[in-house]
């Protein structure tokens, strides 16, 4: 009759628990919020001393730490599993809950060093899956050693449904309101481009929208001059004196010559610790972190690079990278066109003078015709 009793309890608790977390996840859209609710509240309702989140990516191939409760925060988007690798991505490739009360002396387990989950030596991991799909993994740790119970598997499976689920609709959330930035920054960049105005007054609006867009710390362009091969700084938006002297930098010199060079875009981690980067010391005072640099091209011809830094580390999503391209694109047809525009506007104007000077000349040549005294050619011309 006790046993009954307790079996009761635990599960009205379980039931108690579902409910508290399923209400706060229907309460969350942002991704990172959801993330972040979930392993906060999975590890309280549990009583355990860390939950942890890991999502796939779209590649199916690698299961990267995305929040958690317990662990080192700086390993958020850093720490990386290959899905079957570890007990959490063995979890994930399998399908089912792994227990273990000892984990790191079990064969599969994988230690990342950057989460410093040393501290918690039981380890529960269970499949996020959503309409058959897997799409992450989600782990339970203590700090002390603990044989996990049936009930305690069942309680983080069926809260792994409801985060897979959470997760998807905050991901399809999160994609929607990217659209519409991108959209929006696409639009504005067009209108830039179509108004008349002067070559670095426009590249210091693309230079500002692009910070905005990217939540960028600092968003720069430097164009090519042909005539000496070096790439010369033209925004100044945000930048300190030291920056903006910087001196210019030959094609294949350092990140950004690099990418003008190849054509190819490049993404830091940590400039201030790259050898390739040039200016750490100035980096560090500008408090510049991460970096992303595309080339500007026109019809597969490099006109110079655009590059945006992060004040914190960053690793730069496939979808950021192609958005900045996207800019980046639409910001060398921009500057195409104003150049155009300018050396249409210098023939114009030569053309006008020229134009003038032979009309005078003419007239010239006509009085000396109805006059009666004989001037030369030559004359006239000086």
Same mark, same amino acid.
């Given at each position: 009759?006790?046993?009954?009793?307790?079996q009761?309890?635990?599960?009205?608790?379980?039931?108690?628990?579902?409910?508290d977390?399923?209400? #706060?996840?229907?309460?969350?859209?942002?991704?990172?919020?959801?993330?972040?609710l979930?392993?906060?509240? *999975?590890? &309280?309702v549990?009583?355990?001393?860390?939950c942890?989140?890991?999502?796939?990516?779209?590649?199916?191939?690698?299961?990267?730490?995305? #929040?958690?409760? &317990?662990?080192?925060? =700086? #390993?958020?988007?850093q720490?990386? $599993?290959?899905?079957?690798?570890g007990?959490?991505?063995?979890?994930?490739?399998?399908? %089912?809950?792994?227990?273990?009360? !000892?984990?790191?002396?079990?064969?599969?387990?994988?230690?990342?060093?950057?989460?410093?989950?040393?501290?918690?030596?039981s380890?529960?991991?269970v499949?996020?899956i959503?309409?058959r799909?897997v799409?992450?993994s989600?782990?339970?740790?203590?700090?002390?050693y603990?044989?996990?119970s049936s009930?305690?598997?069942?309680l983080?499976?069926?809260? #792994?449904?409801l985060?897979? &689920?959470? $997760?998807?609709?905050?991901?399809?959330?999160?994609?929607?309101?990217?659209q519409?930035?991108?959209?929006?920054?696409l639009?504005?960049?067009?209108e830039?481009?179509?108004?008349?105005?002067?070559? @670095?007054?426009?590249?210091e609006?693309?230079?500002?929208?692009? =910070?905005?867009?990217?939540?960028?710390?600092?968003?720069?362009?430097?164009?090519?001059?042909?005539?000496?091969?070096?790439l010369?700084?033209?925004t100044?938006?945000r930048?300190?004196?030291?920056?903006?002297?910087k001196?210019?930098?030959?094609?294949?010199?350092?990140?950004?010559?690099?990418?003008a060079?190849?054509g190819?875009?490049?993404?830091?981690?940590?400039?201030?610790?790259?050898?390739?980067?040039?200016?750490?010391?100035?980096a560090r005072q =500008?408090?510049l972190?991460?970096?992303?640099?595309?080339?500007?091209?026109?019809?597969?011809?490099v006109?110079?690079?655009?590059?945006?830094?992060?004040a @914190? %580390?960053?690793?730069?999503?496939?979808e950021?990278?192609?958005?900045f391209?996207?800019?980046?694109?639409? *910001?060398? $047809?921009?500057?195409e066109?104003?150049?155009?525009?300018?050396?249409?506007a210098?023939v114009r104007?030569m053309?006008?003078?020229?134009? !003038?000077?032979?009309?005078?000349?003419?007239?010239?040549?006509r009085?000396? $015709?109805?006059?009666?005294?004989?001037?030369?050619?030559?004359?006239?011309l000086?």
């Amino acid at each position: 009759m006790q046993d009954l009793e307790r079996q009761l309890q635990q599960k009205n608790a379980q039931l108690a628990a579902l409910r508290d977390i399923s209400q #706060a996840i229907n309460s969350a859209w942002d991704l990172a919020a959801t993330l972040e609710l979930i392993t906060s509240r *999975t590890a &309280g309702v549990m009583g355990m001393d860390s939950c942890s989140l890991y999502l796939l990516d779209d590649a199916g191939e690698w299961l990267t730490l995305e #929040a958690t409760t &317990g662990l080192a925060t =700086e #390993a958020i988007g850093q720490a990386r $599993l290959r899905l079957g690798e570890g007990l959490t991505g063995w979890a994930a490739q399998q399908g %089912r809950p792994i227990a273990e009360a !000892n984990a790191a002396s079990h064969p599969r387990f994988k230690y990342l060093p950057e989460t410093q989950e040393l501290r918690f030596p039981s380890l529960l991991a269970v499949p996020l899956i959503n309409q058959r799909r897997v799409i992450g993994s989600m782990n339970v740790q203590t700090r002390v050693y603990h044989e996990f119970s049936s009930d305690e598997q069942e309680l983080l499976s069926l809260i #792994a449904d409801l985060a897979a &689920g959470a $997760l998807e609709k905050a991901k399809l959330y999160e994609g929607m309101q990217r659209q519409i930035v991108e959209l929006s920054a696409l639009a504005q960049v067009s209108e830039t481009i179509t108004s008349p105005r002067y070559l @670095d007054e426009m590249l210091e609006v693309v230079a500002k929208m692009a =910070e905005r867009v990217m939540n960028a710390r600092l968003c720069s362009l430097m164009l090519l001059d042909e005539t000496t091969g070096e790439l010369v700084l033209r925004t100044t938006h945000r930048l300190s004196p030291a920056y903006r002297d910087k001196p210019p930098l030959k094609v294949g010199e350092g990140i950004v010559g690099h990418v003008a060079q190849t054509g190819q875009a490049v993404s830091v981690w940590d400039v201030r610790d790259d050898p390739r980067y040039r200016h750490a010391e100035l980096a560090r005072q =500008e408090g510049l972190c991460s970096l992303l640099c595309v080339p500007l091209s026109v019809r597969d011809r490099v006109i110079g690079v655009m590059s945006c830094y992060t004040a @914190d %580390r960053h690793r730069f999503a496939e979808e950021e990278i192609s958005l900045f391209s996207t800019l980046a694109n639409q *910001t060398a $047809l921009a500057i195409e066109n104003a150049r155009l525009v300018t050396n249409s506007a210098v023939v114009r104007e030569m053309h006008h003078r020229i134009k !003038n000077n032979l009309q005078t000349v003419a007239m010239l040549l006509r009085l000396q $015709l109805s006059g009666d005294r004989q001037v030369s050619a030559q004359d006239v011309l000086q």
